[in-house]
């Protein structure tokens, strides 16, 4: 079992940056790839970036560029850097760990870009 709490979403302007961190209750990122996902009101969740345990990251190309996500082994946490946020980037984003047939979710903080 594995606790996952995000933190860091808010209100920001359009062109701002947020960095969101979701902090593991223990140290996973040997054995799990973790993800940030988000769903925005009316649409289905999305898969925004992806860190594996060997530190490759990959992403979705509505973030390429934009976001960078990273991880800080000694305190079990992932993080998600946004900059050049746009409007359509508003969504609850959650932090996600997966390994073998294990799956865990955070309970996702809010991120609003106002135009």
């Known amino acids: 079992q594995v606790q996952l709490v995000e933190s860091g979403g808010g209100l920001v302007q359009a062109g701002g940056s947020l960095r969101l961190s979701c902090a593991a209750s223990?140290?996973?990122?040997?054995?799990?790839?973790m993800a940030w996902y988000r769903q925005a009101p009316g649409k289905q969740r999305e898969l925004v970036a992806t860190?594996?345990?060997?530190?490759?990251?990959t992403y979705a190309d509505s973030g390429k560029g934009r976001f960078t996500i990273s991880r800080d082994t000694a305190k079990n946490t992932v993080y998600l850097q946004m900059n050049s946020l746009k409007p359509e980037d508003t969504a609850v984003y959650s932090c996600?760990?997966?390994?073998?047939?294990?799956?865990?979710w955070g309970q996702g903080t809010q991120v609003t870009v106002s135009s």
């Open positions: 996600n760990a997966k390994w073998a047939v294990y799956d865990f």
């Open positions: 223990r140290n996973i990122f040997s054995i799990a790839t």
């Open positions: 860190i594996t345990t060997g530190a490759e990251t």
